[in-house]
Nanobody, 117 residues
Framework: QVQLVESGGGLVQAGGSLRLSCAAS????????MDWYRQAPGNTRDFVAR?????SNYADSVKGRFTISRDNQNTMYLQMNSLKPEDTAVYYC?????????????WGQGTQVTVSS
């Protein structure tokens, strides 16, 4: 049973920084790609950033402020700088791809990020 567990969320003032982590357990293979999504109350779950190999891409709203990275053990990070109140949301870790020809799609339970003005 693969599990993704996020950590590092919390309350921070506008302009501050947080570093989120996503640790995977139960997987016998390296994920093809991992990403971060976020969902504010009443909103849809929106894409934040994705990393696949050495390539990464970001939502326009976070470009230049957030940095996604991962290690070789299916652990992913999101360094969030210059945070704004509109970054307030539950942040979710996600991994998807194919293993032995079969698709997989995993989600974490989310971690709350609150940015005060």
């Amino acid at each position: 049973q693969v599990q993704l567990v996020e950590s590092g969320g919390g309350l921070v003032q506008a302009g501050g920084s947080l570093r989120l982590s996503c640790a995977a357990s139960g997987s016998r293979f390296s994920f093809d790609a991992m990403d971060w999504y976020r969902q504010a109350p009443g909103n849809t779950r929106d894409f934040v950033a994705r990393i696949s190999g050495r390539r990464s891409n970001y939502a326009d709203s976070v470009k230049g402020r957030f940095t996604i990275s991962r290690d070789n053990q299916n652990t992913m990070y999101l360094q969030m700088n210059s945070l704004k109140p509109e970054d307030t949301a539950v942040y979710y870790c996600h991994a998807d791809g194919y293993y032995t020809g079969r698709p997989y799609d995993y989600w974490g339970q989310g971690t709350q990020v609150t940015v005060s003005s």
